[in-house]
């Protein structure tokens, strides 16, 4: 790893894992904030799962290793934030069971998505560069999407939101989500893969 990528990711561990944490105190434990925590581990992914995507052949081991890299690295950010809003606020405190295991569930999935549709990006692309720059251009529209769909929604349609924002909303769209992401992840991998794996 070089010098430079080594200190941006030390970096992002101690923003989000120390900084917004120790700022947001016990708001952070909060679903709106956890979800797209649990979700930071696919800006790990993107960009190696593009390399592994641009070798030939491409190896589903390789990409399998950056997708659980990616998703090992969004499960410490996430360790690290609790672990400061326990020492911030004095005692222990964790969201239930369900919860963190359905953040786990689900970043992973996330994780294995990304890497597929890097994938896809990847052998659609002119140069590595040009993936990448596609991925983050996509990110971004993501975010943007994410921030304005919500201030668009009517009163009904946000108390639906909401429902699916308590813990056994969240069991619930876990069950959906999970295999929904599995059948688009292979999907991408067999359609994109056929012909350059053999």
Known sequence: ????????????????????PWVKGIEFL????????????????????VAV???????????GRTALVGWGMGVLILVMGFVTVNVSVGHRVLPPLPVLLCLLVVSLMACLLTAAVAVRVAIGA????AARSRIRIGFLV???????????????A??????????????????????????GTLWLLRVRLARYTG
């Open 126 to 129: 002119a140069s590595e560069e």
């Open 158 to 183: 946000t108390g639906v939101l909401l429902g699916w924002m308590t813990p056994e909303g969240m069991v619930r769209g876990t069950m959906i989500l999970v295999p929904v992401i599995a059948v």
């Open 30 to 49: 909060d679903l709106f904030l956890l979800i797209p925590y649990a979700l930071l581990s696919v800006f790990y992914v993107s960009p190696r799962a």
């Open 142 to 156: 993501l975010l943007c999407a994410a921030l304005a769909i919500p201030r668009l929604l009517s009163e009904e």
């Open 53 to 63: 995507a641009c070798e030939s052949p491409i190896s589903l081991a390789a990409l």
């Open 1 to 20: 790893m070089r010098v430079g990528a080594l200190i941006a990711n030390v970096a992002v561990l101690l923003l989000f894992g120390v900084v917004v």
